[in-house]
Nanobody, 118 residues
Framework: QVQLVESGGGLVQAGGSLRLSCASS????????MAWYRQAPGKQRELVARISPSGSTNYQDSVKDRFTISRDNVKKTVYLQMNSLKPEDTAVYYCNQGSTLSVPGGYWGQGTQVTVSS
């Protein structure tokens, strides 16, 4: 059973930055695509960013040029650096392992709250 443990959420003012981390227990982490999703109150969960095993990245249009997804295969950790945060970025952010661009993978973290105040 893969466990994903997220950290790094919190409260920040608009324009500020946060870095989320997600540590995986997966033995084959190097071969897994990793992604960050988010879910705002009353909205569906949506893909924010994805990184392939080789390091190729994809982003939701609304976060391009502000967010950066990266991975450290030695530490089995994926990161989401979030800059120039906006109130509309407020959501619970979830780490996901095994995601394609259209379908999330079967493993989820517990979620971490990000709140951006105006």
């Amino acid at each position: 059973q893969v466990q994903l443990v997220e950290s790094g959420g919190g409260l920040v003012q608009a324009g500020g930055s946060l870095r989320l981390s997600c540590a995986s227990s997966a033995g084959l982490f190097n071969f897994a695509a990793m992604a960050w999703y988010r879910q705002a109150p009353g909205k569906q969960r949506e893909l924010v960013a994805r990184i392939s095993p080789s390091g190729s990245t994809n982003y939701q249009d609304s976060v391009k040029d502000r967010f950066t997804i990266s991975r450290d295969n030695v530490k089995k950790t994926v990161y989401l650096q979030m800059n120039s945060l906006k109130p509309e970025d407020t959501a619970v952010y979830y780490c996901n392992q095994g995601s394609t661009l259209s379908v999330p993978g079967g493993y989820w973290g517990q979620g971490t709250q990000v709140t951006v105040s105006s």
